[in-house]
């Protein structure tokens, strides 16, 4: 499964919003100071006029917060822990699925929609369930908190795998 360059700039955003602006309230990062999306546009190498169709699905989900003026633009809604990649790549993707015939239905069920027919079942159904599963729970663990404390390590660093450490058992 690929995420489209939606996911990939407007997470880039994000986590430069993140690292040189702070939040509306002040809470994080350099005390609240707007980031124009110009700059952001220049520092990262993409597309202004793309970005600002980006940052206005951010807007709308209550990601970001935008100040007019001459010293304006954008800063985030809330502090970056507090702000999960689940919420950004839903923000600017839609609902999240693996394969096209997979998505969630309002009660939270997954549903194939090849299995309209209540005779069919979907042979396949579980693979793409865990799949999606899989990616779900990876993007509600990590936060933008963990994206700019990433992008601060050493070249080569690693941060710890979000995969429960194996237990360790001695033979008796």
Not at 32 to 39: D, R
Not at 52 to 73: F, I, N, P, Q, Y
């Given at each position: 499964?690929m995420?489209?360059?939606?996911a990939?700039?407007?997470?880039?955003?994000?986590?430069?919003?993140?690292r040189r602006?702070?939040?509306a309230?002040?809470t994080?990062?350099?005390g609240?100071?707007?980031i124009?999306?110009?700059e952001?546009?220049?520092?990262d190498g993409?597309?202004?006029?793309?970005?600002?169709?980006?940052?206005?699905?951010?807007?709308?989900?209550?990601?970001?917060?935008?100040r007019?003026?001459s010293?304006?633009?954008y800063?985030?809604?809330?502090?970056?822990g507090?702000?999960t990649m689940?919420e950004?790549v839903?923000?600017?993707?839609?609902?999240i699925?693996?394969?096209?015939c997979i998505?969630?239905?309002?009660?939270?069920s997954?549903v194939?929609?090849?299995?309209?027919?209540?005779?069919?079942?979907?042979?396949?159904k579980?693979?793409?369930?865990r799949?999606?599963?899989?990616?779900?729970?990876?993007l509600q663990d990590t936060t933008?908190a963990d994206?700019?404390?990433?992008?601060s390590?050493?070249t080569?660093?690693t941060l710890p795998?979000l995969?429960?450490e194996p237990?360790?058992?001695t033979g008796?």
């Amino acid at each position: 499964m690929m995420f489209s360059t939606k996911a990939e700039y407007g997470v880039r955003v994000m986590v430069e919003l993140a690292r040189r602006g702070g939040t509306a309230d002040g809470t994080d990062g350099a005390g609240g100071e707007p980031i124009s999306l110009a700059e952001i546009a220049e520092y990262d190498g993409m597309p202004l006029a793309y970005l600002e169709h980006l940052v206005a699905r951010l807007r709308k989900a209550g990601l970001v917060d935008s100040r007019r003026g001459s010293r304006g633009g954008y800063l985030l809604a809330r502090p970056a822990g507090e702000i999960t990649m689940a919420e950004v790549v839903e923000a600017l993707e839609g609902s999240i699925a693996p394969i096209e015939c997979i998505s969630q239905s309002a009660d939270g069920s997954i549903v194939c929609s090849r299995e309209s027919d209540p005779d069919h079942a979907c042979p396949t159904k579980l693979l793409w369930t865990r799949v999606r599963g899989a990616i779900v729970r990876t993007l509600q663990d990590t936060t933008l908190a963990d994206l700019v404390l990433g992008a601060s390590l050493p070249t080569g660093a690693t941060l710890p795998s979000l995969e429960p450490e194996p237990l360790i058992t001695t033979g008796a």
